[in-house]
């Protein structure tokens, strides 16, 4: 049986499914935006997700990636692989991991592969039949497709909610100021960390992370609950009062407020208070005052926003009221409160769908 098509006419989990249920024997080859992946099958079971072309083994870069052999020792075994031992065999004679051990991390290795494959909305696949293909060598590695489909399935879920609590698939992200110097404990939110610059959108920093779309996804998610990134805008779109105030002022605007304020400053340190009897309130330090005081309202909504969104997507509903955030340590207190009075007025929709967050009104003189 063979058999090949446009991956929006037939989804890969379906196509693994079948070649599953009538265990065949063969290869599935994807082809997606320049990259090609393959799959490999024995009786129904994933046995290979290596690239024929590839030199390097699948799973000796997934536990080097993982941190169970060093760079050296990943070297050493990798001739070994190429002189015609398995890689499996390798790791077992080296004594560098257990049987079991063996097979947890193929299946995870597998898993993974899947899943991003699964990713994969437009693209072709073949599927070849080998016949005649004889048993597997005895310690030859293999997965059950079921569980790998299920597990995936799951992960996509929880993607799905992440990504709707980030923001669109061209929204850039900005570090706040909490994410400037964040209390890191992992490197990978480091590397996540380190692309965030205003200029990435989502979907660049996911890709360009080197990590597995669900790891790279849940981190950034993190981030973003910590408080260390927040949505700046979409690509092309022209910046709001609001929407800019997630990032740092580019050098034209620092120049275009500070000057000003400087040369007053300069002006009052050289001639003193000689003419403040002539002239009233200075109209550029105003202005400048004003927009200050916009933007960093602005940066407290949008914090709110976001801690808001990431609530709903924890729990499965906003928030009875803008208080319970700070119990969950989603916003700091100055977010919510100017000394004792809030600076909200927070209505949620009849269905809970939907809020309406607007600035509270100062009380009367």
Same mark, same amino acid.
């Given at each position: 049986?063979?058999?090949?098509?446009?991956?929006?006419?037939?989804?890969?989990?379906?196509?693994? &499914?079948?070649? @599953?249920?009538?265990?065949? @024997?063969?290869?599935?080859?994807?082809?997606?935006?320049?990259?090609?992946?393959?799959?490999?099958?024995?009786?129904?079971?994933?046995?290979?997700?290596?690239?024929?072309?590839?030199?390097?083994?699948?799973?000796?870069?997934?536990?080097?990636?993982?941190?169970?052999?060093?760079?050296?020792?990943?070297?050493?075994? @990798?001739?070994?692989?190429?002189?015609?031992?398995?890689?499996? !065999?390798?790791?077992?004679?080296?004594?560098?991991?257990?049987?079991?051990?063996? &097979?947890?991390? #193929?299946?995870?290795?597998?898993?993974?592969?899947?899943?991003?494959?699964? +990713?994969?909305?437009?693209?072709?696949?073949?599927?070849?039949?080998?016949?005649?293909?004889?048993?597997?060598?005895?310690?030859?590695? +293999?997965?059950?497709?079921?569980?790998?489909?299920?597990?995936?399935?799951?992960?996509?879920?929880?993607?799905?909610?992440?990504?709707?609590?980030?923001?669109? =698939?061209?929204?850039?992200?900005?570090?706040?100021?909490?994410?400037? +110097?964040?209390?890191?404990?992992?490197?990978?939110?480091? &590397?996540?960390?380190?692309?965030?610059?205003?200029?990435?959108?989502? =979907?660049?920093?996911?890709?360009? !992370?080197?990590?597995?779309?669900?790891?790279?996804?849940?981190?950034?998610?993190?981030?973003?609950?910590?408080?260390?990134?927040?949505?700046?805008?979409?690509?092309?779109?022209?910046?709001?009062?609001?929407?800019?105030?997630?990032?740092? #002022? %580019?050098?034209?605007?620092?120049?275009?407020?500070?000057?000003?304020?400087?040369?007053?400053?300069?002006? %009052?340190?050289? #001639?003193?208070?000689?003419?403040?009897?002539?002239?009233?309130?200075?109209?550029?330090?105003?202005?400048?005052?004003?927009? !200050?005081?916009?933007?960093?309202?602005?940066?407290?909504?949008?914090?709110?926003?976001?801690?808001?969104?990431?609530?709903?997507?924890?729990?499965?509903?906003?928030?009875?009221?803008?208080?319970?955030?700070?119990?969950?340590?989603?916003?700091?207190?100055?977010?919510?409160?100017?000394?004792?009075?809030?600076?909200?007025?927070?209505?949620?929709?009849?269905?809970?769908?939907? #809020?309406?967050?607007?600035? &509270?009104?100062?009380? @009367?003189?």
């Amino acid at each position: 049986m063979s058999f090949r098509g446009e991956l929006r006419e037939f989804e890969l989990p379906d196509i693994m &499914q079948l070649i @599953a249920s009538q265990r065949k @024997a063969g290869w599935l080859k994807v082809m997606t935006r320049g990259k090609t992946q393959f799959v490999f099958f024995h009786n129904g079971r994933i046995t290979s997700t290596k690239n024929p072309k590839d030199e390097g083994d699948p799973l000796l870069e997934y536990v080097r990636r993982k941190g169970v052999i060093t760079a050296d020792q990943s070297d050493r075994l @990798a001739a070994e692989r190429r002189a015609g031992a398995s890689a499996n !065999s390798i790791l077992e004679r080296e004594g560098v991991l257990e049987r079991d051990e063996i &097979q947890e991390l #193929f299946e995870a290795m597998v898993e993974e592969a899947i899943f991003e494959l699964m +990713s994969i909305k437009s693209g072709t696949y073949e599927f070849e039949t080998e016949t005649g293909v004889g048993p597997p060598a005895e310690d030859a590695l +293999s997965a059950d497709i079921g569980p790998i489909l299920m597990e995936g399935a799951r992960k996509a879920d929880e993607i799905a909610e992440m990504r709707s609590a980030l923001g669109p =698939e061209d929204g850039v992200l900005v570090l706040t100021r909490a994410g400037r +110097s964040p209390e890191i404990n992992f490197d990978e939110e480091r &590397q996540v960390l380190a692309l965030v610059n205003g200029v990435r959108t989502i =979907e660049q920093i996911l890709d360009e !992370s080197g990590l597995d779309r669900y790891t790279a996804t849940r981190i950034l998610f993190d981030c973003a609950r910590h408080g260390w990134v927040g949505l700046l805008r979409k690509r092309g779109a022209k910046l709001t009062v609001e929407e800019s105030v997630a990032g740092e #002022f %580019s050098l034209r605007k620092t120049l275009r407020w500070v000057a000003p304020v400087l040369g007053l400053l300069l002006m %009052s340190a050289l #001639f003193g208070g000689a003419l403040s009897a002539f002239r009233g309130d200075d109209p550029v330090l105003g202005e400048w005052r004003n927009r !200050s005081a916009q933007l960093e309202a602005a940066h407290r909504r949008e914090s709110v926003r976001v801690a808001l969104e990431v609530y709903r997507v924890k729990t499965g509903a906003y928030p009875p009221d803008l208080a319970v955030l700070l119990g969950e340590s989603l916003v700091p207190e100055s977010a919510l409160y100017d000394d004792e009075r809030e600076r909200w007025t927070y209505t949620l929709s009849p269905s809970n769908e939907s #809020f309406v967050l607007i600035t &509270q009104a100062p009380p @009367a003189p």
